[in-house]
């Protein structure tokens, strides 16, 4: 079983395949250039790096959020146009759950940049989601923290002086801070297939957490 591997909830994101579970690429996206500018052309590429044909793809697996709304609304556009082509189903997987997974602790706090001084979040304990993903201040999450915990994602780096500030001896933080993850997208795909689980590309919800810019400036205009 092939399984083709696309996340945008970075600058850069990155894609990767794997058959029958075992990755046997992934790529890393140029931050410089835009998701619009390089998709799907990075996923062809891919494939003609492992002399794979886009016909022998048998499910496809893309990132849901959290990230910023532009590059989620592409890449999960992308994936959809390609499963709904090929009549293949869509996996979605968290970023979240992706950045837990390569952590590998027992107590992760996986942080992506919210910009305006906020950061997208949620908390796993031994691999389970105990804090649902939120968008708040550094501050505000930290205050909650009372273990040691490995903080995971562009966020940890961003604020890592917070983090080691507040938290001291307990915080970790994880190298590299932002992982690729299409790889680990494309193994926990390819799991979510074998069990059974073959959603249609239509099925796909993206995790946005914060509400879009243009629907908060909508809803923040006086009627008339």
């Known amino acids: 079983m092939f399984v ?22 992934e790529r890393t996206g140029d931050p410089e250039r835009p998701h619009d500018a390089r998709l799907p052309g990075d996923l062809m590429a891919l494939l003609d790096e492992e002399r794979i044909d886009v016909r022998d793809i048998d499910v496809y697996a893309v990132a849901t959020g959290p990230g910023s709304f ?5 890449g999960i556009a992308t994936m959809q146009g390609l499963a709904f082509a090929a009549g293949k189903p869509l996996v979605g997987v968290s970023g ?12 992760v706090a996986t942080w992506v940049d919210a910009w ?7 908390r ?3 691999g389970r989601e105990v804090e649902p993903p939120t ?10 923290i009372s273990a040691p915990t490995v903080f995971i ?26 992982p690729p993850l299409a790889a680990t997208i494309a193994e926990m795909a390819a799991r979510s297939a074998l069990a059974g ?14 509400r879009p810019d243009a629907e908060l400036a909508r809803n923040a205009r006086p009627i008339a």
């Open 4 to 25: 083709l591997a696309l996340d945008t909830t970075t600058r850069g994101g990155s894609c990767a395949v794997a058959k029958d579970g075992i990755v046997l690429r």
């Open 124 to 126: 796993y304990e031994h």
């Open 96 to 107: 979240f759950d992706a950045l837990a997974r390569v952590a590998r602790a027992a107590s």
């Open 135 to 144: 968008v708040e201040k550094p501050a505000a999450l930290l205050a909650r």
């Open 153 to 178: 994602g562009d966020a940890a780096s961003v604020y890592a002086d917070v983090i080691v500030g507040m938290l001291g001896d307990l915080a970790g933080l994880a190298r590299p801070a932002a």
């Open 70 to 74: 532009t590059g989620l609304r592409i």
């Open 116 to 122: 305006r001084g906020e950061v997208f979040a949620a």
């Open 197 to 210: 689980n073959c959603p249609g590309p239509d099925d796909i919800r993206p995790l946005y957490v914060r």
